[in-house]
């Protein structure tokens, strides 16, 4: 069955060195500016700095340590391009941004599909408040983020693909809950460090506290995450 590798997406990609000029740029950006960013349509410079990631992506002789965390973790996972579909996951700011498009060309370039947008039925997928420092907004980020993987639990999806998490990349505070969702849901988690060889893969599977039935397993998931957050 095809695969459909839902992806959070980090910042590592702006601390290398060869996009210094990039990392500028978006320090004049702002949170107006991400739905414009992921679309393409941040004003005619946005194609000079597309294109400069993209040159430095491409490098043929690129090291995994030096391409981005969410790359390099599926290029461990032998994708095959025309069947497997990558949906990725990035915060609500001008660096996210930045980081999930250039990982999405990348991606529909030479990995599997993963289609640039700024809606539901796309494959970039914006979850608002999901890397911030205030605990009430990051609370409901919680709710957004397991609303959008819910979405990818349906029929129409998992009846096509075999959905599995990559938490190689993105704000690490989210790995705990987005782990709990798949252990509850029994979907394979994949992970990757840079300094390791091996694609750490494995398959959770935990009864649910307060229902066993499968129709029921995760409705109520999103309120015993963020409840743990209290203690």
Same mark, same amino acid.
């Given at each position: 069955m095809a695969k459909l590798v839902i992806t959070t997406v980090g910042t590592s990609l702006l601390e290398k060195q060869d996009i210094t000029k990039v990392r500028e740029w978006i320090k004049y950006k =702002? !949170?107006? #500016?991400?739905d414009y960013i992921i679309t393409g349509n941040s004003g005619g410079e946005q194609y000079h700095y597309d294109s400069l990631v993209q040159s430095y992506l491409q490098q043929p002789d690129l090291l995994l340590? #030096?391409?981005?965390?969410?790359?390099? =973790? @599926?290029?461990?996972?032998d994708l095959n391009k025309e069947q497997d579909r990558v949906v990725l996951l990035f915060s609500d700011t001008p660096g996210g941004?930045?980081?999930?498009? !250039?990982?999405? +060309?990348?991606?529909?370039e030479y @990995? !599997?599909?993963?289609?640039? &947008?700024n809606g539901s039925d796309k494959d970039v997928r914006k979850i608002d408040g999901l890397e911030v420092k205030d605990p009430d907004k990051f609370k409901r980020a919680l709710y957004k983020l +397991?609303?959008?993987i819910k979405e990818f639990q349906t029929d129409q999806y998992s009846s096509n693909y075999d959905v599995l998490f990559n938490i190689t990349g993105g704000?690490? &505070?989210?790995?705990?809950?987005?782990?709990m969702y798949a252990f509850v849901e029994g979907n394979k988690i994949v992970y990757f460090h840079a300094d390791g060889e091996l694609l750490i893969s494995f398959v959770p599977n935990i009864t649910h506290p307060n229902d =066993?039935?499968?129709d029921q397993k995760s #409705? #109520? @998931?999103?309120?015993? @995450?963020?409840? &743990?957050?209290?203690?």
């Open positions: =702002s !949170a107006t #500016d991400v340590k #030096d391409t981005t965390a969410e790359i390099a =973790s @599926l290029l461990k996972m941004a930045v980081c999930a498009r !250039a990982n999405a +060309i990348y991606i529909n @990995l !599997a599909k993963c289609e640039l &947008g +397991i609303d959008v704000y690490k &505070g989210a790995i705990p809950y987005i782990s =066993s039935s499968e #409705d #109520d @998931l999103p309120q015993i @995450l963020i409840n &743990g957050t209290e203690t």
